[in-house]
């Protein structure tokens, strides 16, 4: 198997794979989207919320905020020494108290607005809209982020992959990186997990 990169950028990588067949194709493309660690926002707890908007929702919108993170800082809560009780090696504390915020009129909460406990764990955009606080509502939460997988829910969906065989053996990817990994990244660590896979036999 041998891979030509064509185009690449920070956000997306296109590349001709050589030399394989339909099964490993396939098998890299379905690594490439629910296989690959990714930091998302699991799990919130509300304190304040008096906001036109259910806590469920704002959880919900919260979880779907792609994070920047260094794939090699943090563990899988499943696998850290901690044993799943949850510490600095597995999670990322994310908090907001509006209280904090020197506005004395309506306004839109927005990512940059989310405080991390890790200066390097942060959204990986800024200007992502949560919820629109009018005069006088409060909110307040404590959000923590953990690595999971997209084949357990899309917020941890590392990339969007697309796939088409040019010809027998050949195939060529377009990948678009909607987590807080680049393409390149997205697409090493992919190979890593398939070869692993392969030697196990466990495509």
Known sequence: MKIEILDENETKIKFLLSEGNNAIAHALRRVMISEIPTMAIDDVEFYKNSSGMFDEVIAHRLGLIPLRF???????????????????????????????????????VLSKDLKSDDEEVIPLYNEIPIVELLKGQELKFKAIARLGF??????????????????????????????????????????????DKIKNFNI
Request: net charge negative; proline share 1%; hydrophobic share 35%.
């Open 70 to 108: 260094n794939p090699q800082m943090y563990n899988l809560k499943s696998e850290c020494k901690c044993k799943g009780k949850g510490c600095s090696r597995c999670e990322v504390i994310f908090e907001f108290d509006s209280k904090d915020l020197t506005k004395d009129s309506d306004y839109t």
């Open 150 to 195: 997209g084949k357990e829910h899309a917020k941890w969906q590392a990339a969007f992959v697309s796939l088409k065989e040019k010809k027998k053996g050949e195939f060529l990817f377009e990948v678009e990186s909607v987590s807080g990994l680049t393409a390149r990244e997205i697409l090493e660590i992919a190979l890593n997990v398939l070869e």
